[in-house]
């Protein structure tokens, strides 16, 4: 059985970082693209980055280029976000979700977490 | 970037009723498009890839359509268990852009 379960998320003060985690079991990691997608509350989804398997490409939405920074460790099976200089617009429920390639083509977001909230607030 | 209009942003519908939302590239996405469905405080659940794809185990009522810059989700005979916020999502060059959803509500 697949499994996303993320973690970390908290309160934390504008200007401040926290880094959220995501544990992955039931399929083969090192093969798969990861995602982080998040979603403000009351509003819609917005992606924010993802990583390859190798870990060698990285895309980053906008308006978190230059303070977030996605990464991955293969072997604990997990896929992190760094969050830094977090803004009271980064506050939203954050997803991670498995991006599978194969020949050119790629199945975007088939699996994902529960979500972990991260509020930004004084 | 690519921007995705979604519409309408919310329905009000009845069990049984065929239900049909649309999403418009800004450009030609050709089929790179999803289609989600999320219920309240749960995470989205893929329906739909490909553009006119049906995921695993997805009920056959629902169906996708469309190429280029128009997609269609079609839900045929609304279940109660439809109810629903729904949203696309291209996948055709970063960054990724979701539609602005549209809640499906019982009318």
């Known amino acids: 059985e697949v499994q996303l379960v993320e973690s970390g998320g908290g309160l934390v003060q504008p200007g401040g970082s926290l880094r959220l985690s995501c544990a992955v079991s039931?399929?083969?990691?090192?093969?798969?693209?990861m995602g982080w997608v998040r979603q403000a509350p009351g509003e819609g989804l917005e992606w924010v980055a993802n990583?390859?398997?190798?870990?060698?490409?990285?895309y980053y939405v906008d308006s978190v280029k230059g303070r977030f920074t996605i990464s991955r460790d293969d072997a604990k099976n997990s896929v992190y976000l760094q969050m830094n200089s977090l803004r009271a617009e980064d506050t939203a429920i954050y997803y991670c979700?498995?991006?599978?390639?194969?020949?050119?083509?790629?199945?975007?977001?088939?699996?994902w977490g529960q979500g972990t909230l991260v509020t930004v607030s004084s | 970037d690519i921007q995705m209009t979604q519409s309408p942003s919310a329905m009000s519908a009845s069990v049984g009723d065929r239900v049909t939302i649309t999403c418009r590239a800004s450009?030609?996405?050709?089929?790179?498009l999803v289609w989600f469905q999320q219920k309240p405080g749960k995470a989205p659940k893929r329906l739909i890839y490909?553009?006119?794809s049906l995921e695993s185990g997805v009920p056959s009522r629902f169906s996708g359509s469309g190429s280029g810059t128009e997609f269609t989700l079609t839900i045929n005979s609304l279940q109660p268990e439809d109810f629903a916020t729904y949203y696309c999502?291209?996948?055709?060059?970063?960054?990724?852009?979701f539609g602005g959803g549209t809640k499906v509500e019982i009318k």
């Open positions: 979700a498995t991006i599978y390639c194969s020949n050119g083509v790629c199945q975007f977001f088939n699996y």
């Open positions: 039931g399929f083969t990691f090192n093969s798969y693209w």
């Open positions: 990583i390859n398997p190798d870990g060698s490409q990285k």
């Open positions: 450009q030609g996405i050709s089929n790179f």
């Open positions: 490909a553009a006119s």
């Open positions: 999502l291209h996948h055709k060059s970063y960054p990724l852009t």
